[in-house]
């Protein structure tokens, strides 16, 4: 059995691409799963797992870009893994064309532990949440996880400072709002690379293919920023992969993994950077 969400698109949603942001994504995922536990709890237990729970990793591949529409994006999400204190979710959003096929703009999973927030630690689940999750069972194997590579010295540094409205009713940021963070830390990267190049450079029409994000540790508000680190791991053809940290001085909070494709902006297409601009890519990598 699986469930589908209706989720309705913002108009705030769309970035200076003109379509749905990368991050925003994340946040349909993260109504379209707390839907499906609310929507289908079979007890107060069953209920509470909607939201007492704290997401350990997400994984988005992204496959279209979504424009604005007064129709609802459709989100459809099942369970593909149960473990004694985690359990994942598979979601695809997606638009149904009239001949009944779809039009797929994002296929993600998360993994989620069920938490104790007032002793700030995790739990395992319960035998009834295991047998609610149970219907929703489609078990399919793990995606390989990437290699995270030693923070090299040369990796650019963006202090994330939380807002008040990042942190969640548990006092936590929220696990859409690393998205963000990761964002504007790869911006400024890309702009300190730029700065560091001896050649004029001009930045192609870059788009996020795929990011997989790592929570380790809650992120709190506080006045004192954070560290974001970023640096370039891989460099292809068309696409680079770009990884980040957000720490609090040696402790790693969370780390991301992000492939950026280089587009063709008027054919829409991937495309080789100019020289120029690979070469500052190359350039970065540790």
């Known amino acids: 059995m699986r469930h589908v969400y209706e989720c309705q698109v913002r108009w705030a949603d769309q970035d200076l691409l003109g379509h749905v942001n990368n991050v925003v994504y994340v946040d349909y995922l993260q109504e379209a799963r707390v839907d499906m536990l609310r929507t289908h709890g079979r007890s107060r237990q069953a209920e509470q797992l909607a939201e007492g729970v704290v997401v350990v990793r997400t994984e988005v591949g992204y496959r279209a870009p979504l424009f604005f529409d007064f129709r609802p994006v459709l989100v459809e999400c099942w369970v593909t893994e149960i473990r004694a204190a985690t359990f994942t979710l598979a979601y695809e959003v997606f638009h149904e064309r009239p001949d009944g096929s779809r039009k797929v703009y994002l296929q993600a999973a998360t993994v989620l532990t069920p938490y104790v927030f007032a002793e700030e630690r995790p739990r395992r689940l319960s035998p009834e949440e295991r047998e609610g999750l149970a219907a929703y069972l489609e078990p399919a194997d793990r995606a390989p996880r990437v290699t995270f590579l030693e923070r090299p010295a040369t990796a650019g540094r963006y202090p994330v400072r939380v807002?008040?409205?990042?942190?969640?009713?548990?006092?936590?940021?929220?696990?859409?709002?690393?998205?963000?963070?990761?964002?504007?830390?790869?911006?400024?990267?890309?702009?300190?690379?730029?700065?560091?190049?001896?050649r004029e450079v001009t930045r192609p029409l870059l788009v996020v293919a795929r990011k997989e994000v790592d929570y380790r540790v809650p992120v709190l508000h506080r006045p004192e920023p954070y560290d974001a680190w970023s640096w370039i791991s891989r460099v292809g053809n068309t696409s680079f992969d770009v990884q980040s940290e957000l720490c609090d001085g040696d402790t790693v909070l969370a780390r991301a993994h992000t492939t950026v494709v280089v587009v063709d902006a008027d054919a829409q297409r991937p495309t080789p950077p100019d020289p120029a601009f690979r070469e500052v890519l190359v350039a970065a990598l540790p």
Do not use: P
């Open 163 to 198: 807002r008040f409205s990042d942190v969640d009713v548990y006092r936590h940021v929220n696990n859409v709002t690393y998205f963000e963070y990761f964002q504007e830390a790869r911006i400024h990267y890309f702009e300190e690379l730029g700065r560091r190049s001896e």
